[in-house]
């Protein structure tokens, strides 16, 4: 069994949201450590467990951010981290389905991701072998205690209720 290091300057975890019913606004967090255990040849057997830091949350405006850690939205102060458990791999076809365990602002979840394994290959600069996985999903941030909204006069709400997830985590293969 290979242990899997995320390697932070080649990884992303990302998201995005519906803005004014107009526009998608993305984010990223700058601070997250994942554990990834298992064979890289039969993706069902990998395992993960992640956790990322609220007050790392970057949308490249710094209100926007302070705001979004605030009691309105995550409560950063109280609930400081967002917690990512898997509980199953399955094949699906040219990917895989992951029901993980998601955990952030006191409420817990299983949400289905799609799990691409990217592949991987020695690093000519380090020697290392480096893998990749890709982590895509849709959140309802209503279900994690997050409802702040307002309604438009045009109709529909100022903030989606739906959160798209992505996390691209490039890995050093261990073991």
């Known amino acids: 069994m290979a ?3 995320v390697d932070p300057a080649h990884s992303h975890v990302g998201f995005a949201i519906q803005h004014m019913m107009v526009n ?6 700058h601070d997250y450590q994942f554990e990834i ?3 890289l040849d039969q ?11 609220v007050n790392s949350i970057d949308t490249y405006v710094r209100d926007r951010d302070d705001h979004l850690q605030s009691e309105d939205f995550f409560d950063a102060k109280q609930y400081p981290e967002i ?3 898997t509980k199953a791999i399955e094949p699906a076809g040219d990917h895989y389905k992951a029901q993980v365990e998601v955990t952030f602002k006191g409420h817990t979840q299983d949400e289905e991701f799609e799990l691409y394994v990217n592949g991987s290959g020695k690093n000519p600069l380090s020697g290392d072998t480096n893998a990749g996985f890709t982590l895509k999903g849709e959140l309802n941030r209503e ?3 997050l409802t702040y909204n307002a309604p438009l006069e045009t109709g529909g709400v100022f903030i989606g209720k739906k959160v798209k997830i ?5 890995t050093v293969v261990e073991g």
């Open 3 to 5: 242990h899997f290091k």
């Open 24 to 29: 998608t606004l993305k984010g990223q967090f």
């Open 37 to 39: 255990e298992g064979d």
């Open 43 to 53: 993706p069902t057997s990998l395992q993960a467990k992640g956790t990322i830091q």
């Open 83 to 85: 917690k990512f458990t």
């Open 143 to 145: 279900d994690y205690g």
């Open 166 to 170: 992505e996390l691209n985590l490039e």
